[in-house]
């Protein structure tokens, strides 16, 4: 009989076969139990401001609370649109905890993005930095959302501390627009009315979806991915179970510069880490590499998770490669591929392994990763987690054997419902419990997985996916355009990079209209970072443009 798991013996000996995705019935379960067995200790900080588990415990019973008496009930939803601040865990956990569904949103949305994302999740409730305000205010009135909470960035770090961050930012960085959106709520205004109402906990169930988490899937319009607290628990043990062997409870300092709002610092770092007494050291920032610096300087870190392009960016910085890095015992790298030079240098640097995993938004979003007992394979994304099986099938369906390459697919508790409110998509991607990935890999003969091309046309710059149909669809209504095709090409710092190519209706049409057309309806990462005019695209007998074709020409030039 044909061994359906051969990565099993490769498992480090402290790692168990499968979790058991029942041992908490939901998220809040576990999260309750985590309070009360660190409460004393450190959970989150943010520039040198701490709050400890049972402080993180009260203040998110008081925003649940404050939620609650706005009327908010169990299954809206609410969207939390900030970079990584204290404000994050407490609203995080005070909407679990009251029953809502949580919307991840990234701050640097453009109005258009984010209209598309609160529209279709139905969003009554957004919790929103400051220094976006303005963008929310463009489209509120085309939205379902009637409770508007604001903080900023210097709201939890003191008085003095507070005030003067918050100067530096609104005055002298002049990084807050000005807006005028009624009836809006200071975040510790909220948390002081909160103190005053009893939070009237939600007996949730392992099914329920507790987060829409949106990615474009495998093509197209951002969809929200349904994954319920089965979905996020089994990720959270599976993590632990793979880490566990080599953390001390509730002794680690963990970095996290990557935004919390991203499915990967969102699992790992926010729930997996903390939930094993970890204190989470919070980089508001990542692009300020003196903030990473300063976090080393100011902490034992023990443990840190980031994105390719970081690390590449932190080994070749001067201030970075004077610390000592005697503590850290484990580098986690996720969202986008390793690069093997990159993960050697770190090595050298540091002399701490950078382990590679890989996930999407669909698996919570760890599905492999590889051993940090010293086993690792550069340039594989490892073995399948506890209790997931991963495959390699071809065009039509058959299941290939170990060394021969096809699709990836995975199946475990943390593969998500489906797409919200999609049903059609969801058939597409999740057939008899496998997801499938749109990543063409193969399995090798211990069991390693490695990813070889991408079947699905998504670009992946710097771990955030970006898809060609909204580039597409956002160029094209430029009225000079007449055609036009994005394709990702390789780049040494972010993986990949957006280009398109464009057939003019005008023949005026320039670079630098296209870009300022692009910027104002793109978060920074999505704006193409090269354009090229065609007299015509090479398209299917059909007329489809062939994005390959366009792809495999660019790589040539």
Same mark, same amino acid.
């Given at each position: 009989m !044909?061994?359906t ?12 076969a499968?979790?058991?995705? #029942? ?25 040198g401001?701490?709050? !400890? ?16 008496? =706005? ?7 609410i ?42 999740a ?25 409770? /508007? ?13 507070? =005030? ?7 005055? /002298?960085k ?8 009624? #009836? ?36 197209? @319009? ?11 628990v ?6 632990r179970?793979f ?13 996290s ?26 980089? /508001?920032?990542p =692009?300020?590499?003196? !903030? ?6 100011? #902490? ?34 996720g ?27 669909e ?19 490892g ?9 390699? @099938? ?23 419902k ?26 090798d ?7 070889v ?27 000079? @355009? ?8 390789p ?10 190519? @464009? /057939? ?41 443009i ?12």
């Amino acid at each position: 009989m !044909t061994d359906t798991r051969p990565w099993l013996k490769n498992y480090p000996s402290q790692i168990p076969a499968n979790i058991n995705p #029942n041992e908490y019935s939901t998220l809040v379960e576990l999260l309750e139990e985590t309070f009360k067995k660190y409460k004393s200790q450190p959970a989150f900080s943010v520039m040198g401001k701490e709050l !400890t588990f049972a402080e993180i415990d009260k203040k998110s019973a008081q925003f649940g609370a404050y939620l609650q008496s =706005r009327g908010l009930e169990p299954g809206d939803k609410i969207a939390l649109m900030m970079p990584n601040m204290l404000q994050y865990p407490i609203s995080l956990f005070g909407a679990l905890r009251a029953g809502l569904v949580v919307v991840n949103t990234n701050p640097l949305y453009t109005p258009r993005e984010m209209k598309h994302q609160f529209t279709d999740a139905g969003v009554k409730a957004v919790i929103i930095a400051e220094n976006f305000a303005a963008n929310l205010e463009q489209i509120i009135g085309d939205t379902n959302v009637k409770t /508007v909470i604001v903080t900023s960035i210097g709201e939890m770090l003191g008085a003095v501390k507070g =005030r003067m961050i918050n100067f530096v930012v609104r005055t /002298v960085k002049k990084m807050v627009p000005k807006y005028n959106i009624p #009836n809006t709520v200071k975040f510790t205004d909220a948390l002081k009315q909160g103190a005053s109402f009893q939070l009237n906990a939600f007996q949730g169930s392992p099914d329920d979806v507790i987060l829409l988490q949106y990615t474009g899937g495998t093509t197209g @319009v951002a969809k929200g991915a349904m994954l319920t607290n089965k979905n996020l628990v089994s990720n959270m043990l599976q993590i632990r179970s793979f880490l566990l062997p080599f953390l001390e409870d509730g002794k680690e300092i963990a970095l996290s510069p990557l935004p919390m709002y991203h499915i990967f610092a969102f699992s790992v770092n926010c729930l997996a880490l903390m939930s094993y007494g970890a204190k989470t050291v919070l980089i /508001v920032n990542p =692009r300020d590499l003196s !903030t990473i610096v300063k976090a080393f300087k100011a #902490n034992e870190i023990t443990l840190m998770t980031g994105v390719n392009t970081l690390f590449n960016a932190l080994v070749n910085d001067k201030d970075f490669k004077a610390l000592d890095f005697s503590s850290l015992k484990i580098t986690v790298g996720g969202g986008m591929a390793v690069q093997e030079a990159v993960a050697v240098q770190w090595k050298e640097l540091t002399g701490c392994q950078l382990t590679e995993g890989y996930g999407m938004t669909e698996t919570s979003p760890v599905a492999s990763v590889n051993p940090i007992d010293g086993t690792a394979k550069l340039g594989t994304i490892g073995l399948p987690v506890p209790s997931t099986d991963m495959r390699i @099938v071809s065009e039509d369906g058959a299941v290939l054997p170990q060394g021969e390459i096809g699709e990836i697919q995975i199946k475990g508790p943390q593969v998500m419902k489906g797409y919200y409110n999609k049903p059609s998509e969801t058939t597409n991607v999740l057939k008899d419990g496998w997801m499938s990935t749109g990543d063409i890999g193969l399995m090798d003969e211990d069991g390693f997985f490695k990813i070889v091309d991408r079947k699905k046309d998504m670009i992946l710059v710097s771990g955030f996916n970006v898809y060609p149909n909204e580039i597409e669809e956002v160029v094209v209504k430029h009225a000079k @355009v007449l055609e036009v095709a994005a394709v990702g090409l390789p780049h040494e710092k972010s993986g990949e990079v957006v280009k398109i190519f @464009v /057939v003019k209706k005008d023949k005026s049409l320039t670079e630098k209209e296209l870009e300022t057309h692009c910027r104002a309806n793109l978060t920074g990462y999505k704006v193409p970072k090269a354009i090229e005019f065609r007299d015509e695209l090479p398209k299917t007998n059909v007329g489809k443009i062939l994005r390959r074709a366009l792809r495999d020409e660019a790589k040539k030039g």
